[in-house]
Each structure stands twice: as structure tokens, then as C-alpha cells.
């Protein structure tokens, strides 16, 4: 569960230094963002947040390519219905839930 407690914590960061000020925030933003876009996503919650992050860069990409994979591993939790059985994810604060059915 480590690694699911530094992606809240890395979602905490990336929400509070949105709007940054100061080079420590920026900092502090690009680390945050590199926690979430690395991290495989295991709910529609998880990959909203995902998502979220990478439209926040307006279509400027990131150098390190973080946003094209953390798309690719979004498409393929999509891909493997490994989110069907969730009746309704969770919100952090700015991300909306959904609610899964299955056909």
C-alpha cells in the first residue's frame, strides 16, 4: 500500500501547488506530478486523476514522456474492465466519480 499512499500524497501536493509562486513549488509540483503520471492506475478515480494532471499541461507535453505513458497505462486499466466491478470512485477533491455498469 506504500505505493498507493504516495500517489494520495503526490495528489494532496499537485492540488495545493497548482498555482504556483515560488521555484520550491514548482518543485514540489513536478515531483508531485511525476508520483501521479508514473503511477498504474487501479481505479476510475485513480485514472481520472491521471488524466486531470496531463490536460493541466494544455497540450505542451512533457519532456520526459510521463504523459503519453501514464495515457497508455489509463487506456489499458479502461481496456481490461480492471475498474468494472466499481460501483463509484472517489473523488479527490477536484476529480468527478463515476459510476460503472456492466453490459
Known amino acids: 500500500m506504500k505505493a498507493k499512499r504516495a500517489f ?5 501536493l499537485w492540488e495545493a501547488t497548482r498555482q ?14 511525476r ?3 508514473a ?15 496531463v490536460m493541466e499541461q494544455r497540450g505542451d ?3 520526459d514522456g510521463l504523459d503519453l505513458r501514464a495515457i497508455e497505462r ?3 486499466l479502461l481496456r481490461s474492465g ?3 466491478n466499481v460501483s463509484a470512485a472517489q473523488t479527490s ?3 468527478v466519480g463515476f459510476r460503472t455498469s456492466q453490459a
Open 82 to 84: 480492471g475498474a468494472v
Open 8 to 12: 494520495g500524497q503526490a495528489i494532496a
Open 20 to 33: 504556483i509562486d515560488t521555484d520550491a513549488e514548482f518543485v514540489t509540483l513536478e515531483d508531485a506530478e
Open 74 to 76: 489509463v487506456v489499458s
Open 39 to 53: 503511477h498504474t492506475p487501479t481505479s476510475l478515480a485513480d485514472a481520472a486523476t491521471m488524466l486531470e494532471v
Open 61 to 63: 507535453g512533457r519532456s
Open 93 to 95: 477533491g477536484s476529480v
Open 35 to 37: 508520483v501521479i503520471l
